[in-house]
Every structure is written in structure tokens, then in C-alpha cells.
């Protein structure tokens, strides 16, 4: 029971995990649904969100995926980071504007002994330059959150060699081009 309380404190200790669900097989860890009538729930809204990422991705087949790079820019703690990593791309590189949530998600990984199959760097989307180019990039539930999201998804164009997916709750009428 105290190995139990101690897990729990630590894990507890790591902070809110929004929009995740870490899971090792036997210990879960992640946000409490608790939806009141008329709220989102969205946690099933970022699971419809990375369910289509992934399916999307799965019609490449594996000998194409091995030779393609990857980069979930906006990446949280890595969550969909090392999901999509599981699909066995050359590489895969996660981008995070907040250290803390680089670190947490690193916590985790540790705590739930999940081997991470990802680098992950503390930049913005304003930071990332030419050196991150990747054949795919993804952006799940990022651009909303940023200052010019017009800018933004320009930069992560530019940061795209070959494919760019966007996820997101909504978006504004004049960014669809």
C-alpha cells in the first residue's frame, strides 16, 4: 500500500494531465472525465483528433513510413509524440514552447517505465527554422493557441517537406485557403 500512495504522490506531483492518457499496461494516468450536461469533453474530442492522425498515417505502408521523418510540432508532454513514433518513422521529433511540460511528460515516461522513441527540443513555432525539416509534420490543437495563427501555419508549411496535418478545435473562417 505505501509503494501505491508513494506512485500516487509522485504522479500527482507532475501536475495536470490534460489532453493525455498515459498508460503502461497496468497503470493508467490521466485527466478525470467529469462533463457536466452541455460542457465538451475533450479528451474524446483530441481522441477523435489523433485517431484520425493515426489512421491517416497507417495508409503509408511501413517500408515507405521507415524512411519518412516526422515532427509533432505543439507536442505537449509527447503523448500523440510517441503514439505516432510506435508507426516506426526514420525519426521523430517532438517541438514544445514549455520546458516544464517537456520535463513532465519525460517524468511520466519514467514513472510508467515507457522507453521514448522521440527527441524532443523546447522551442516555439516562431523558433523553428529550416534545421527541423520534416517529411510530415503535425499539429495537434496548437494553432488556436498561438498570437498570428496566419503566421504560424506558414512557418509550419515551411518546416514540411511533403505532407503538413493540422488538428484543432475549430479555426477561423479566413485561415481556410
Not at 113 to 142: A, F, M, P
Amino acid at each position: 500500500m505505501i509503494k501505491k500512495n508513494k506512485l500516487a504522490l509522485e504522479i500527482n506531483s507532475l501536475g495536470r494531465f490534460s489532453m493525455s492518457n498515459w498508460s503502461n499496461g497496468k497503470i493508467s494516468v490521466g485527466e478525470i472525465r467529469d462533463i457536466k450536461k452541455g460542457n465538451a469533453d475533450w479528451i474524446k474530442v483530441k481522441e477523435f483528433g489523433v485517431k484520425n492522425i493515426m489512421n491517416f498515417l497507417n495508409k503509408f505502408p511501413p517500408i515507405k513510413r521507415r524512411q519518412m521523418t516526422l515532427h509533432d510540432v505543439g507536442c505537449n508532454d509527447g503523448f500523440l509524440t510517441e503514439q505516432l513514433a510506435r508507426l516506426k518513422f526514420k525519426k521523430v521529433l517532438g517541438s514544445e514552447p514549455r520546458l516544464s511540460t517537456i520535463r513532465r511528460g519525460k517524468k511520466i515516461r519514467k514513472i510508467l517505465n515507457i522507453k521514448s522513441k522521440c527527441k524532443y527540443l523546447c522551442k516555439s513555432i516562431e523558433g523553428l527554422g529550416r534545421d527541423l525539416h520534416t517529411d510530415i509534420v503535425v499539429s495537434s490543437g496548437v494553432l488556436h493557441h498561438t498570437d498570428n495563427v496566419i503566421n504560424n501555419f506558414k512557418k509550419l508549411l515551411k518546416i514540411s517537406k511533403k505532407i503538413l496535418l493540422i488538428e484543432g478545435e475549430f479555426a477561423k473562417e479566413d485561415l481556410i485557403i
